[in-house]
């Protein structure tokens, strides 16, 4: 029996956030102010936020973390395709960069914010991380969204145990530019959310999966149950 694509839920996934009152001691922190490593859903997941008041500056960043178990795929899928399911607030335009957190064992904590490949302080991850995607410029709230992946992230599923992704705001975060006064987010639910909105990742190999007993594919979803709200790209 073969089947197209195997789709797979993070374990474990969450966010972290720091907050600040300056940007570069905020986006630059070595070490997140909170973290969620059991969150069922966050409606500012992904986000770069400040706000100018009487007592002075506030900013805050968050970025959301999955690992995802491809121990058993040894080549190159033919694609590969995040969802994620949104939440509340879609105002951010995002994109998905190499992680080094969490791992299959540990669960994201304040210490993985910056756990991201190539991330340095003071710079722009443009040019010095390892993108996963190109960005992503709207964001369902109320279905999942579709990230397709790119050509590094596809070798990185072949060749990493766990696959690890962060997803990070793009035009504040990622780009290193402070915001104006206002609040940049997005929603999210993630894998304590439990089956209909749990995060997924989509493997395809063409029309089989190759390397993959199908016996061994005991954490592939329910397809069609997980998939009901799910457009193609």
Not at 31 to 58: I, L
Not at 152 to 165: E, G, N, P, Q, T
């Amino acid at each position: 029996m073969s089947i197209s694509a195997s789709k797979f839920a993070p374990a474990p996934d969450g966010y972290v956030s720091k907050n600040g009152t300056t940007w570069s001691a905020t986006r630059d922190a070595g070490t997140g102010t909170s973290a969620g490593p059991n969150s069922t859903n966050r409606a500012s997941a992904v986000m770069a936020y400040h706000t100018a008041g009487r007592g002075g500056d506030s900013f805050t960043v968050s970025r959301a973390f999955f690992s995802f178990d491809t121990s058993k795929f040894k080549t190159a899928p033919s694609s590969a395709r995040l969802l994620i399911y949104g939440r509340l607030n879609g105002d951010a335009d995002i994109i998905a960069v190499k992680a080094t957190a969490p791992d299959l064992s540990t669960d994201i904590a304040v210490a993985d914010f910056d756990a991201i490949t190539g991330f340095s302080a003071g710079n722009s991850m443009n040019g010095n991380v390892t993108d996963y995607s190109s960005e992503v410029t709207t964001w369902s709230t109320s279905g999942y969204n579709s990230i397709v992946v790119n050509a590094a992230a596809l070798a990185d599923i072949a060749s990493l145990d766990a696959f690890a992704v962060a997803l990070v705001q793009y035009d504040n975060d990622y780009l290193n530019v402070a915001p104006s006064e206002v609040n940049l987010n997005s929603g999210m639910y993630f894998n304590e959310g439990g089956s209909g909105t749990a995060p997924i990742l989509e493997i395809v190999y063409g029309n089989s999966i190759n390397d993959v007993a199908f016996g061994d594919l005991g954490n592939v979803m329910d397809v069609d149950e997980q998939l009901a709200n799910v457009s193609d790209a």
